[in-house]
């Protein structure tokens, strides 16, 4: 507030993901509101690395010696980084919600996990929830009149983010879901994009594999800035261009995971272990998704590496049951930055280190047993049954949102398969007496033997949206 009073340069330093571009785009419509004229909201780009690092700061120097620098979901581990920034002369406020090290940096953090007395539904918040949270609490004093649709937001970053959706995540998902389903966005630019997609009774589903991946798509091809432009952008002609860039990019970057995904699954069908390490020239932005598609389709823990002979940079994701962060620990003086949770892991080492790093990995692993993974089933239920009991749809309807926490509801039926046939995304399925349902299948050359036609299957799925009823087969086995 004594920078908006003064008029000093506030500069916004956020992360290329959806939770970095939101909450950085809440914050800016936040501080225009506040008053404030000059606010420089910056994004870096993958290629640029991760959290506050001081060429930044030295950038914002450069532009104004004196001025605040307001990080958004990076920054509780850059120590360092904001002790040089003081010493410049520029004071610092982070809001994050990533774990902390062992010191916190020396300025007001705004990170529930910073203190063990933090409730737990507190610790489960995005960092966009947490700038909401800051609006709403500044509206309660009377500083400033919160926009309601800022809501849509904090729903788009906590869904794409993963957060555990608890009491109140799941509260901001519903209200953002409210003003989405109205066609209504603080965002110029979500408005086209919505307008675009014509969704009817849009849910948490559409929002994790609809309207993330999309604006996923900027910060993942290298155009994270282009993101960051179109959520704030206040001109429609901008708006549209950037739409259809984003479209651009979020096709090639399915095109490209597709590819790169059946090139990993063959390598470790040539080269099966109790782990999947691969190297290769994959674009940076896809490694993630890789490593999650390779270790939900094989079971195993993925390490997948982008190298340019003299840096590697790594995702990595484990099954249920392995804590990736506990091998990487134990590794930790081959890699030069790591860090991560218990599934899902980012780390970096040098180029003549990969041997040692995969031999030394594997050895790892030969401590840990890999079980054969398992879908947790509700209750049966057969769609037809569901079809027909609208009651039944509205109890399901209750219990959203589901996600991270609260997971889709997934039932169990037994029916003759009459007949399938391949689409876009995977199949159709045509049942004796329950009908069509969908299963997802991404990779092109997965297919279902020709034999199965006529056989009675026990067929598990689950309902992504109860209100157009959108039911996805998961699994099925042969009675």
Not at 138 to 155: H, S, T
Not at 156 to 162: N, S
Not at 418 to 447: I, P, Q, S
Request: with cysteine.
């Amino acid at each position: 507030m004594t920078a908006v009073r003064r008029g000093i340069p506030i500069f916004l330093f956020g992360d290329y993901d959806v939770d970095g571009l939101t909450s950085t785009a809440l914050m800016f419509k936040l501080l225009r509101r506040l008053g404030a004229k000059r606010v420089y909201p910056l994004v870096p780009e993958r290629s640029e690395g991760y959290g506050l690092l001081p060429p930044f700061v030295e950038k914002f120097y450069r532009f104004a010696a004196e001025g605040l620098i307001i990080a958004l979901d990076n920054g509780t581990k850059e120590v360092e980084t904001v002790k040089f920034a003081q010493r410049l002369g520029l004071d610092v406020v982070i809001f994050d919600h990533h774990t902390p090290g062992e010191e916190i940096p020396p300025c007001p953090v705004v990170n529930p996990k910073i203190s063990s007395h933090s409730p737990e539904f507190l610790k489960d918040l995005s960092t966009v929830g947490l700038v909401y949270l800051f609006a709403k609490y500044l509206e309660r004093l009377e500083i400033v009149e919160a926009d309601p649709l800022w809501a849509d937001l904090a729903a788009l970053g906590t869904v794409a983010d993963v957060s555990p959706l608890s009491p109140l995540n799941a509260r901001l998902v519903k209200r953002g879901l409210f003003f989405l389903n109205r066609g209504e966005s603080s965002s110029l630019g979500l408005e086209i994009l919505l307008k675009n997609l014509r969704l009817e009774d849009l849910n948490e589903n559409d929002i994790a594999f609809r309207l993330a991946p999309r604006l996923n798509a900027f910060g993942r091809m290298e155009r994270a800035r282009r993101g960051l432009k179109f959520l704030i952008t206040q001109n429609g002609e901008e708006a549209q261009k950037l739409f259809r860039e984003m479209e651009e990019l979020n096709t090639r970057r399915r095109e490209l995971t597709e590819r790169f995904t059946r090139e990993v699954i063959r390598y470790y069908e040539k080269n099966p272990s109790k782990a999947l390490i691969y190297v290769g020239k994959i674009p940076k932005g896809i490694l993630g998704i890789v490593a999650c598609r390779a270790t939900s389709l094989l079971g195993v823990p993925s390490v997948i590496f982008s190298t340019d002979g003299k840096t590697a940079v790594g995702s990595s994701r484990a099954p249920e049951g392995i804590n990736i962060v506990k091998i990487l620990e134990k590794i930790s003086p081959l890699m030069e930055r790591w860090g991560g949770h218990s599934q899902a892991a980012g780390l970096s080492l040098k180029h003549e280190k990969l041997a040692l790093f995969k031999q030394v990995f594997l050895k790892e692993m030969e401590g840990y047993s890999l079980s054969t993974p398992t879908l947790e089933v509700d209750f049966p239920l057969s769609p037809k049954r569901l079809r027909e009991n609208s009651r039944l749809r509205e109890d399901i309807e209750r219990l959203q949102p589901f996600g991270a926490g609260n997971p889709y509801p997934r039932f169990v039926f037994e029916d003759k398969l009459t007949d399938f046939r391949r689409n876009r995304y995977g199949f159709v399925l045509y049942f004796e007496r329950n009908g069509r349902l969908f299963m997802n299948a991404t990779a092109r050359d997965k297919n279902i033997p020709q034999h199965l036609k006529g056989k009675r299957l026990r067929v598990v799925y689950s309902v992504d949206n109860p209100k157009r009823l959108e039911l996805t087969v998961e699994d099925f086995t042969v009675i």
